[in-house]
């Protein structure tokens, strides 16, 4: 796959504590430059970024980031607020301890609540893979499949680890036909990027892609 490909596929990301409007500004415009998928933003920066990019980049947010164990109507709130602000895309950060406890009618129900929130908008569902076992994994691919959601994502990049080819593999054999598969979390080079695409992956959240192919062109 050509960089370019690879990069169309990419929700370029930054998330930290301590972006600024500056930061989120000069990577909109950057995925604007290298035709990236999306821009991935806290959602105190979704109005900026939407009014800024005017259409030119999907604005993807987080919801119940990065710990997923605020309550659902706290999610319902902040996943309406971001849509009213511009978001075009939205990542849900799972109730961990809900999983963890077998309560999967309560982890599909709220899924199922966002996805009804967002109407014909893109929902992600981050699973923090790191913090799960393999069974508690796939419990999720069934999960996220009969909530209706649009893709299943590896991780917050607020964790222990990030994506591995093990998970997106597992995703690949588990998930429904109609759930996309996004990898997130260390991401740290185009090799890694092409066989995560290779195993299923359709769009990768990273910061580092386009840094690296910024780095690429010579200096004038």
């Not at 993807?60 to 849509?83: S, Y």
């Not at 508690?136 to 917050?156: H, L, P, Q, W, Y």
Request: net charge negative.
């Amino acid at each position: 796959m050509t960089h370019e490909q690879i990069l169309s596929r990419v929700d370029h990301t930054l998330l930290a504590q301590g972006a600024t409007k500056a930061q989120i500004l000069a990577l909109c415009d950057d995925a604007v430059k290298y035709k990236a998928a999306s821009v991935c933003i806290p959602p105190c920066y979704v109005r900026t970024a939407s009014e800024y990019l005017e259409g030119a980049v999907n604005v993807c947010t987080v919801i119940g980031f990065p710990n997923g164990n605020t309550t659902t109507a706290c999610k319902l709130f902040e996943l309406r607020e971001a849509i009213e602000n511009g978001a075009s895309e939205l990542d849900m950060v799972i109730n961990i301890g809900w999983l963890k406890d077998g309560r999967d009618d309560l982890v599909e129900d709220e899924i199922r609540k966002l996805k009804k929130a967002c109407g014909g908008l893109t929902l992600k569902v981050i699973i923090e893979t790191c913090l799960l076992t393999e069974e508690e994994k796939i419990r999720m691919c069934r999960i996220v499949t009969n909530a209706g959601a649009d893709f299943i994502k590896t991780s917050t990049g607020f964790s222990h680890a990030g994506a591995t080819f093990e998970d997106i593999a597992l995703f690949a054999a588990h998930v429904g036909p109609d759930v996309r598969i996004k990898a997130a979390g260390g991401i740290s080079s185009f090799e890694d990027a092409e066989r995560f695409i290779e195993l299923g992956a359709s769009r990768l959240g990273t910061s580092r892609l386009i840094k690296i192919e910024k780095s690429l062109i010579p200096s004038a």
